[in-house]
């Protein structure tokens, strides 16, 4: 011990090239752990956040893998990540086809997140967003057969809002109606209940993360009507009233069918009562 | 030479085999019965305390925070609930008072890991030396710092961290955890002595500078009882904390063991046959004391 102590006194090279090398070894370990996060931040398309939980970059800042969320959930649906899984280490998820999320509406693991990593803004369920329902094999959902089944439509705690059914007429029978499940996302909280309900082997409506089963419009992108709505007015100049220069008594309309000479039908030989055409002849004689 | 073999014998002559080990017992007693309150509530239904050693609920009522968990957090821009303010601030009071490394030695759960390699070390009589500097762990505790602020994506540290790892892997299913811990217990044994809990971890590097003012300190107040044994130097996970208290004495420098350091595990009261050792305050009279009855002694010798 007092051997080491003498050197490190006396040897101020040999300090300073033990501290190099120190710091060296460690922002190895930084780079490595840097590189190691952006692939542990990945997770599955079915694994689904608790309710209230921020946008996955935020989260996996604010969640500190206690668990609490876990503990605190009256159906015990959630897990917590282990190592080896497809998730960061220790944050909490669910799967919605074996244990979807049942919407308490006290929301006990929001209130037991000590970070916020759940955001506690979030005071109504219905308000929440932890993913979007998504019909996503409409050649095996057997709505789209014809046969009548709306499982997810009845499960879903939004009934009518967040899963309408569409009645289409069915081709195939040709006297019945289909009873398609749609989806709206304004209503769809994510919970799961109608991916664990569906009939089929394979669910055919499933949740997946926001930004999975969301398109997104161009930043550029404007629909008329809209902004036509929104400004209370059209925002483009009308078009000015085409003029032809037509010589008189002609005009033209497309919908009529092109050039109408005015005046045209009195010049026709036949008359307009189909009647006197039949009886001409008869008059002749 | 000191002979491993014989570690402890002397100890356990002089005061028996459950004085020798009295607070090695009471330290396994800490950190299992930590880890039972946490697991009577998945195991047997009965919920005493819920969440893990980041943040805990004890009895619906004390809430439980890791300050240094919440650190990172807070880094990477995270504003805490009051529930986790409250139980950072209680978590620092009480480390402040008892020493940060109370942490490492009573109640982190690795510790029974380093322990066993180090057991292991001296059985099987292997003795290499570490190239790694004590202070690569602050090293270690700057970049878990950084990387929040610098790297998207978070808490990086907390999803590489053995500590938090073993502990959630014990109380909510491990899954690939055991290696880490496993090459924590390899590297213990075969690359270094002390080699995580004393050169690396950045938690224990943490608990070091919370505490690095506690008023729980050991302290060899009876330092002139030494009989150079020299077996609380390798029982003691941090030996370079004992020298200056126990050989002090001529430079005038105070028994007491400063240095934040010292996990305060207790291993050299109980390894020290003479009594040497004990627990006491930082400021504590008793070293006026002591040191009054040696100008005592001494006047009586002359």
């Given at each position: 011990m007092s051997e080491t102590e003498r050197k490190n006194e006396i040897n101020r090279r040999q300090f300073l090239g033990n501290m190099l090398k120190t710091a060296c070894g460690v922002g190895l370990v930084g780079l490595g752990l840097g590189a190691y996060s952006k692939r542990a931040s990945t997770m599955p398309a079915n694994y689904i956040r608790p309710p209230g939980a921020l946008p996955e970059e935020d989260f996996l800042g604010a969640c500190i893998r206690c668990g609490l969320c876990v503990r605190d959930c009256p159906y015990d649906i959630l897990f917590l990540g282990e190592v080896g899984d497809e998730v960061a280490t220790g944050t909490p998820y669910f799967i919605a086809r074996t244990g979807p999320c049942e919407m308490c509406e006290d929301i006990p693991c929001v209130v037991a997140c000590p970070t916020n990593a759940l955001d506690h803004d979030l005071k109504d369920i219905e308000d929440s967003r932890m993913g979007l329902a998504v019909l996503i094999d409409q050649e095996n959902c057997i709505a789209f057969h014809g046969l009548r089944c709306e499982v997810c439509f009845n499960v879903c705690p939004i009934r009518?809002?967040?899963?309408?059914?569409?009645?289409?007429?069915?081709?195939?029978?040709?006297?019945?109606?289909?009873f398609i499940p749609v989806v709206h996302s304004e209503a769809c909280t994510g919970c799961g209940l109608c991916e664990r309900a569906c009939i089929l082997e394979e669910a055919a409506i499933k949740v997946f993360p926001m930004h999975l089963a969301k398109g997104e419009l161009g930043k550029h992108y404007r629909l008329g009507w809209k902004e036509k709505e929104k400004a209370g007015k059209a925002l483009v100049t009308p078009d000015t009233e085409h003029r032809y220069n037509l010589p008189e008594g002609v005009r033209y309309d497309l919908q009529g069918e092109g050039l109408i000479i005015e005046g045209e039908a009195e010049e026709t030989p036949f008359s307009s009562n189909p009647l006197d055409t039949l009886n001409s002849g008869f008059m002749d004689k | 030479m000191l002979d491993m073999k014989t570690l402890g014998n002397d100890a356990i002559a002089e005061k028996g085999w459950f004085k020798a080990h009295k607070f090695l017992i009471m330290r396994r007693l800490?950190?299992?019965?930590?880890?039972?309150?946490?697991?009577?509530?998945?195991?047997?239904?009965i919920w005493i305390v819920k969440g893990n050693l980041a943040s805990n609920l004890t009895l619906d009522v004390l809430p439980l925070t890791d300050p240094y968990v919440l650190l990172q957090a807070s880094l990477s821009g995270v504003v805490p609930e009051t529930a986790a303010i409250i139980g950072v601030v209680i978590v620092l009071v009480f480390y402040f008072l008892v020493g940060g490394r109370v942490y490492c030695s009573w109640v982190c759960p690795v510790n029974m890991v380093t322990d066993l390699a180090a057991w292991l070390r001296r059985k099987l009589g292997i003795r290499t030396t570490s190239q790694l500097s004590r202070s690569t762990r602050y090293w270690m505790l700057a970049l878990t710092l950084i990387l929040p602020l610098v790297v998207t994506g978070g808490i990086i540290w907390e999803l590489v961290n053995p500590v938090s790892m073993m502990f959630r892997g014990i109380v909510f299913g491990m899954g690939a955890a055991w290696v880490m811990v496993l090459g924590i217990f390899l590297f213990d044994l075969i690359v270094a002595k002390d080699g995580w809990c004393g050169h690396i971890c950045p938690v224990g590097a943490f608990y070091n500078l919370i505490g690095s003012k506690s008023l729980l300190r050991v302290n060899a107040l009876q330092r002139q009882a030494c009989n150079d044994c020299m077996e609380c130097y390798v029982i003691c996970p941090e030996p370079q904390v004992i020298k200056p208290a126990l050989k002090g004495e001529e430079k005038g420098v105070s028994p007491v063991i400063l240095s934040s350091d010292c996990t305060n595990c207790g291993r050299c009261i109980d390894i020290c046959a003479k009594d040497v050792f004990s627990y006491g305050g930082r400021y504590s009279k008793t070293t006026e004391v002591y040191k009054r009855k040696g100008e005592i002694n001494q006047g009586v010798q002359a």
């Open positions: 009518n809002r967040a899963i309408s059914l569409d009645m289409q007429h069915n081709t195939r029978s040709g006297k019945h109606a289909l | 800490s950190q299992l019965g930590i880890l039972a309150l946490f697991l009577t509530g998945p195991w047997l239904g």
